[in-house]
């Protein structure tokens, strides 16, 4: 069975630009969540997504936005990058609704902003 | 606001070495208890969960960890570490009532298992 799946892997972006990744669950996997992943602030969480809504939003600027296919997959984009947006970008999957089921990681997409 | 805390930054143990690692959260409700854990190149990946019941939960690779409501803990255990078990690990709690997913991450416990 696939994983979840992020692409792409690296990213390097300037000061002002947008960015958008995106994220494959796993096969069957309808709950979709982003956390952003630094050295200073460690795992914070973005966005969770289930059957095309967003269910919940954590406390980023609204420069970063998401949503989700009716196939499960996600983007999420991030406009007028800033460099504290350099990150780890992590998305995960989960059967149901996340707070029910386990949540299993994608590699991540490595965003850099100079 | 809800946070959960990791005492140990950085563990350093030989091989056979018994293993725990704190966690504990500030939420006075009903909570579900993750840990996760990242070896080196890897995806973050389930250890255990804690929803309800025997408050001894057992995971994989031979992991437990117990909850213990009153002092708001989760803490992990392994009896002996293998070199292998070098990782990161992340303990993380989701508040039942809060009917989403977000999880709530401590700041991670990086620990290196010696040969």
């Known amino acids: 069975k696939a994983g979840v799946t992020q692409t792409p892997r690296y990213l390097i972006k300037t000061r002002g630009q947008q960015v958008t990744l995106s994220c494959s669950p796993i096969?069957?996997?309808?709950?979709v969540s982003w956390y952003q992943q630094t050295p200073g602030q460690g795992l914070q969480f973005l966005f969770e997504?289930?059957?095309?809504?967003?269910?919940n939003k954590g406390n980023f600027p609204g420069r970063f936005s998401g949503r989700q296919f009716s196939n499960s997959r996600s983007e999420m984009n991030v406009s007028t990058l800033e460099l504290g947006d350099s990150a780890l970008y992590l998305c995960?999957?989960?059967?149901?609704?996340?707070?029910?089921?386990?949540?299993?990681f994608g590699n991540g997409t490595r965003l850099t902003v100079t | 606001a809800q946070s959960v805390s990791q005492h140990n930054h950085h563990v350093i143990l030989s091989e056979a070495a018994s293993l725990e690692l704190g966690c504990n959260y500030s939420?006075?409700?009903?909570?579900?208890l993750f840990w996760y854990v990242q070896y080196p190149g890897q995806h973050l990946q389930l250890l255990l969960k804690?929803?309800?019941?025997?408050?001894l939960v057992k995971g994989i690779k031979g992991f437990e960890a117990e909850f213990i409501k009153s002092k708001f803990s989760f803490n992990l255990r392994k009896p002996s570490v293998q070199w292998s078990d070098t990782a990161e690990y992340f303990c993380?709690?989701?508040?039942?009532?809060?009917?989403?997913?977000?999880?709530?991450f401590g700041q991670g416990t990086t620990l290196q298992v010696k040969p």
């Open positions: 995960a999957s989960s059967k149901e609704m996340a707070y029910n089921s386990p949540l299993h």
């Open positions: 096969s069957g996997h309808r709950s």
């Open positions: 997504y289930f059957s095309e809504t967003q269910r």
């Open positions: 939420y006075g409700g009903t909570v579900n």
């Open positions: 804690y929803f309800s019941g025997d408050p």
């Open positions: 993380a709690v989701n508040p039942a009532s809060s009917n989403t997913g977000k999880l709530i």
